[in-house]
């Protein structure tokens, strides 16, 4: 059994993964879609990310500028006594999805980039050519201050870099009919 599985275990099946590289996961989606005969699964770029948590609104969290109700929403170094826990069991946002603040960081499609100035307008996932060093992830953990689990707040590492609090939330595209 390799550690992953024995992480998955203490938590339970509805645990995010965990210790996931950037790469993993591109090799996870390739794999996915290839079982499906499809093209439409992919890691979310960080402007689509930054939409769907923010649900509507411009506050520091989904919920308000309280960070005082974050506990109720999210898994971080306060209320998650040093570790992750199954998805879906703090308050959702107005959207209806869950952990987007807490629990464990996720991995975006894009390069990080010190700023927003050159970002793609359209909300594609902003890649140099060649690759940048690192990618960027988004949200905050269980073992993070509420600041960091902000709308906001941004991180990135290496893409071949895997840790206990890092993990995916995979995005599909869909084709909007008339």
């Known amino acids: 059994m390799g550690y992953n599985s024995f992480i998955l275990l203490i938590c339970g099946d509805d645990c995010p993964v965990v210790r996931v590289s950037w790469y993993d996961i591109q090799e996870f989606i390739k794999k996915l879609n290839d079982m499906e005969g499809t093209d439409r699964y992919r890691l979310p770029t960080e402007a689509e990310w930054e939409y769907v948590v923010r649900d509507g609104t411009t506050t520091e969290f989904s919920f308000g500028e309280d960070a005082g109700k974050l506990g109720e929403y999210a ?93 995916f939330r995979l995005a599909r595209s869909v084709t909007l009919g008339p």
């Open 75 to 167: 898994w971080f170094k306060k209320n998650s006594n040093k570790k992750k826990h199954p998805v879906g069991t703090r308050k959702a946002n107005s959207w209806g999805l869950y952990d987007m603040h807490g629990n464990v960081w996720e991995w975006m499609e894009d390069d990080y980039h010190f700023n927003y100035r050159k970002a793609p307008a359209d909300g594609t996932a902003w890649i140099d050519y060649p690759r940048g060093a690192y990618r960027v992830i988004r949200g905050g953990s269980w073992d993070d201050d509420a600041r960091y689990c902000r709308s906001v707040t941004r991180g990135y590492n290496t893409p071949d870099y895997r840790y206990t609090n890092i993990g």
